[in-house]
Each structure stands twice: as C-alpha cells, then as structure tokens.
C-alpha cells in the first residue's frame, strides 16, 4: 500500500522531470546537435584545405626533382655528341650512378643502342620515341621512371633511369605518410598506381582500387570530393603527367577532448537511466552478494565451513574477502581440529596420570601400608615374650615409615612443587635441574642473571611448567647432552631454554602444532599466552633447539 507521504513525493518527482529536467535536457540535445553539425562541416573544410595544400606541395616537389634529373639528362647527352664516352662519364662523375639508379642508355638519331649502363633491370628493348617520361613494369617492386633527352645537335638521345626511391617521393609526401589514417596514391599516365600508402595497392588501375570507394578525380586538375566522412584530394604533378591522389577521413583529426566537448550535453539525457543502472548494480552485485557472504560467515560459528566457501558472485573485492575469509575459516577449522586433538592429549595425559598415580599410590603406599601393619603385629606379638625382639621391630616399623614418607613427599612435589609458594621460582627451578642432573646423563646448567625477585604465583608456576615440560621433551626426543635454563631479571623477565639435541623441524603457525603431535609445545604457548607473554620457538634438525619466553612490562 502506498502511503501518501510517499506519493507525494512521486509526484513531486514526476513534476520536477517534465517541467524543468525535460525540457533542458531537449533544450540541450538541441544545441549539441547543431553544435556538433557546424563542427562537422568547419572540421571537414579544414581538413580539406590541409590536404590540398599538402598534396600541392608534394606534387610540386616531386616535379622539381625529376626537372633536375631531365636537366642534367641533357648535359651528359651534349658530351657525349662531342665524342665522351658514357662509361668516361660514369668515371669522372661516379655519382651519376645514384643519380639514375636505373641505368643510363644511349642511343643514336637512327634508334640504334650505342652504349648502355645498367646495373639490374634491362629495359634496352622497350626503349620509347615518346618525349614524355613513362613508368617501366608496373609490377616491380621498384617501378622506374624512363626519361630521356637529346643533345644539342640532335645526334644523341640519352635515356635514364629513375626509382621513386631516387626521387624522393617518400620525403615529399612525408606528412601524408606520417598519418596513420591517410590513404595516398601517386598514379601514372595509364592510370597504374606506382606508389602508395598501402603495398597491396601498387600495380592496380586507381578505378580498381577499394579504399577509394569508386571515386575516380580528374588526372589533370585538383579536385576535392566528399564521400560520407572520407576526404578525397587529387593534384598534378607536372612534366610527370602523374596525380597524385590522398584520401582521409576528417573525423580521425578531432581532437578526443574536443568531441568529449561536443557530446558532453548529451551525458545529461540518460543520467537518470545511469543513476537507475547503478542503483540496480549496487543491489546485485555488492548488496545482495555481501548480504549472502554475510550468511555464510555466521553459519562458521555453528561449524559449517563449507557454505563460506560456495560463489556469492559480486565485485571482485567482493570475491577476495569472500576468499579471505575462507582461508581464515580454513585456519579456525585447523585450529579447532588441533585444540580438540590438544584436548584429546589432555584428557588421555589426564587419565594416564590418574592411572601412575593408582599405580604408585598401589604399588608403593598401599604396600608400605601393608608392611607396616605386618611389622606393627609382629611387634605387638613380641612385646610379652621377647622386648627385645619388639624393639627391633619397632624400629624397622620407624625406618618403614620414614621411607613411605619420602615417596609420597616425591609425589605431591612432582604434582605440585609446594617449595614455589615458599621460597619462589629461581630456587624451584635449580631443584629441578639438580634433580634431572641426578636422575640422567644429561648435563644440566641453570643461570640466574639480574636481581632476583617474586612474580605472580601463576607467573611463576607457568615458568616452571614450561621448564619442566622443556625437561621432559629433551629427555625423550632431543637425544642431547647438554642441556641449560637461564633466567634473567631485567626490564623484562626473560626465560630462555636450549639443548645441543637433533632438534627438529617447527611448523609454520603454533596452530599446526597439534597437529604435528606436539602437544607438549601446545601446552608451553597455552601457558605464555595465559600470561601475555611471548613465546618464540626456534629449532632445526641436527642444530638443538632454543625456547624464550619473554613477559611483558606491565606485570613486572
């Protein structure tokens, strides 16, 4: 049900669209339109102005070289009717040889070859009467152009040799060819193209030739033809009789930021259809996938770690939360797979130590009881008719009891060494080592360094356990002989514990511990991390291993 605040406000919005939004955006569309129509015709006079001159110039260029060449055509035809022979020629002046890179021939009034120098192509026997210069073999891939002049007498025409290549045609057309959209031809008398933007173009009739669409300029003048957006501009190179024809559309010249201009108004048409598109992506594809992700992230707290992991689509930041998270619930599922282990360990530790300690309390107090109560009979009996013989009973039921007192005092100090309370941390850890020292072949060193003093009791009773775990796991798995507890009192309580063992290979995270069987190293970072201490293990095979527990400033 639509409430009538609600509609209210759609109608205010529908009244804001059709009389102000509407109609500047028409009003808009308007002048981009027109604006962009005179740019259209300005930019295509433009252009079209720019390649005509360019295309002037180029020609113009390209007819002054060839005069030169035809000129000096003319000087080495006089010398040679005064008698010089060509091959003279050549050896005073050896740069004609790249002046008519083609090849020079001479010939008499009758048309008969007298001399000829030609270093590739033999064009002797398609030798021309015509003045005008010609193109030799379209289809080489260095097209030549043939020209020719007579002497002074008229006893001698020397024709040469000239490539586009010798001519220069690349530096006269080099701003047409600079541009990446402009198509250019240099066409023959026939009408062959001899050079152009485009190799597979060379060889072709300009009608045939696709890039030009079907215009078709005049050879003789320059013209200047429209098609769609294409520019065509055509102008004559002289005494070559050739045209020089270049293509290009007007479009490829304007500048990206000034069409961004030009259609800029335009943007404001679909702002509304855009701010409708991105609402629309907001909700698909963030929104919902987060809401989704976020699903999936509370069912990790009822142990189904499988969910996070199944595609909930979105952004790709979207995607690399969802996959942190899913290594992160990889991690949680390790670490609870190794705290139930560690637990496990616990209760099985827990258990094992409920059966010792039935097994001694059986073994050892129960019997001493036994033999007590044995000896206190005998004694009875033997106090009426031998005094002597009680008293000797009497006194192996003191020696007896005595000894039942020692075992069950190592007892409870192996539960709990009750001498920490009383005399503190430094003294309960030289016991131990003394007592590991006598009961092994290990050697054992303790080092207290700074000025002593009290912890916390759960401080120091961590210490300890630490220490005597460290003490357990040599003796069963380090194989060491050496074995050395320092204590130092500083501005931070450091405990640090090494042995010369085989060591052994630690796991990436504390968290693998368990999982690796070492559960006597989970109990130690249990223990530092109770006291905000930090724990760094550090070992490697065949290299012993080093323990440091280091508390923090704030409990001293």
Request: glycine letters at 6%.
């Amino acid at each position: 049900m639509v409430t009538p605040l609600f509609a209210r406000r759609r109608s205010l919005i529908v009244q804001l669209t059709g009389l102000i939004v509407l109609p500047i955006l028409l009003t808009l569309v308007g002048v981009a339109y027109g604006g962009v129509t005179l740019h259209e015709h300005a930019m295509r006079d433009l252009v079209g102005d720019r390649d005509a001159r360019a295309t002037r110039a180029a020609a113009q260029a390209l007819t002054d070289r060839f005069t030169q060449r035809q000129l000096t055509l003319r000087v080495l035809a006089n010398r040679l009717a005064d008698g010089v022979s060509l091959v003279q020629l050549l050896d005073e002046a050896p740069e004609l040889r790249q002046v008519f890179d083609g090849g020079l021939v001479m010939v008499d009034k009758l048309g008969v070859v007298r001399e000829a120098w030609q270093p590739a192509t033999d064009w002797t026997a398609s030798l021309r009467s015509a003045a005008t210069p010609w193109v030799l073999e379209h289809d080489l891939s260095i097209p030549l152009v043939i020209a020719n002049a007579s002497s002074a007498n008229q006893q001698v025409i020397l024709f040469g040799g000239i490539s586009l290549t010798n001519l220069n045609a690349a530096e006269a057309m080099g701003m047409l060819r600079s541009a990446s959209q402009t198509h250019f031809f240099l066409v023959a008398d026939d009408r062959h193209i001899i050079d152009a933007s485009a190799a597979s173009d060379l060889g072709h009739v300009l009608s045939d030739t696709p890039v030009l669409n079907g215009v078709t300029p005049q050879m003789s003048d320059m013209t200047h033809t429209d098609q769609e957006d294409l520019i065509t501009v055509s102008s004559h190179v002289e005494v070559l009789n050739w045209t020089l024809v270049v293509q290009e559309s007007w479009q490829n010249l304007t500048s990206p930021a000034l069409r961004f201009s030009l259609v800029a108004p335009l943007a404001m048409i679909p702002a509304v259809l855009l701010a409708m598109s991105v609402l629309v992506f907001g909700v698909t594809r963030i929104v919902l996938p987060l809401q989704r992700l976020g699903r999936s992230a509370a069912r990790l707290s009822w142990g189904d770690y499988a969910l996070i992991g199944q595609p909930v689509g979105g952004v790709q930041e979207i995607r690399d939360l969802q996959i942190t998270l899913s290594h992160m619930a990889q991690r949680l599922q390790q670490a609870q797979s190794g705290m139930h282990s560690y637990i496990g360990a616990v209760l099985r530790g827990q258990e094992d130590e409920r059966k010792r300690l039935s097994r001694e309390l059986h073994d050892d107090t129960l019997q001493s009881l036994i033999a007590l109560d044995q000896q206190r009979q005998m004694a009875q009996r033997a106090l009426e008719r031998n005094p002597a013989k009680a008293a000797q009973h009497l006194e192996q039921l003191r020696t007896m009891i005595e000894e039942a007192s020692q075992n069950l005092r190592a007892m409870l100090r192996n539960l709990r060494p009750s001498y920490i309370e009383d005399l503190g941390l430094v003294p309960a850890l030289e016991m131990l080592c003394t007592q590991t020292r006598d009961a092994s072949a290990l050697a054992v060193h303790f080092q207290a360094q700074g000025v002593v003093r009290r912890l916390a009791l759960t401080e120091e009773l961590s210490l300890y356990r630490i220490t005597q775990e460290a003490v357990t796991n040599t003796l069963r798995y380090a194989q060491a002989k050496a074995f050395k507890v320092t204590l130092c009192f500083a501005e931070q309580i450091m405990l640090t514990i090494t042995d010369d063992g085989q060591g052994f290979t630690v796991p990436e995270r504390p968290g693998l511990f368990a999982q690796a069987g070492h559960y006597g190293l989970v109990g130690m970072v249990e223990r530092a991390e109770q006291m905000h201490a930090q724990f760094t293990l550090d070992s490697t095979p065949g290299s012993g291993t080093r323990i440091t527990v280091q508390l923090p400033k704030r409990l001293l």
